[in-house]
């Protein structure tokens, strides 16, 4: 049983910064594609970073240069930096987890519960 579970939101002025951890249970993130999504009120949801097994990474435009996917395969754990924060950032951010190399593409098999990001002006 593949389970995701994703921590650090939080609530930050605009230009600050956060980091956001997903744990996973029941398999090797070495062998995963893993990504962050993220959905805000009255939006469709949207791809912000992925990782896939061979250490390629694709970014959303709107966050490169901002943000940062990273995994720590000993640990099982995957990261999100999220520096120079906007109010547009705000919203529910999602972990992802999948054997095929989706990177952005939304089709993942495995979603943590979310963890909520609110940057204020």
């Known amino acids: 049983q593949v389970q995701l579970v994703e921590s650090g939101g939080g609530s930050v002025q605009a230009g600050g910064s956060l980091r956001l951890s997903c744990a996973a249970f029941?398999?090797?993130?070495?062998?995963?594609?893993m990504g962050w999504f993220r959905q805000a009120p009255g939006k469709e949801r949207e791809g912000v970073a992925a990782?896939?097994?061979?250490?390629?990474?694709s970014y959303a435009d709107s966050v490169k240069g901002r943000f940062t996917i990273s995994k720590d395969n000993a640990k099982n754990t995957l990261y999100l930096q999220m520096n120079s924060l906007k109010p547009e950032d705000t919203a529910m951010y999602y972990c992802?987890?999948?054997?095929?190399?989706?990177?952005?593409?939304?089709?993942?098999?495995?979603w943590g519960q979310g963890t909520q990001v609110t940057v204020s002006s």
């Open positions: 992802a987890a999948d054997e095929e190399s989706l990177l952005l593409r939304q089709a993942y098999n495995y």
């Open positions: 990782i896939d097994d061979d250490g390629r990474t």
């Open positions: 029941g398999y090797s993130y070495s062998t995963y594609c």
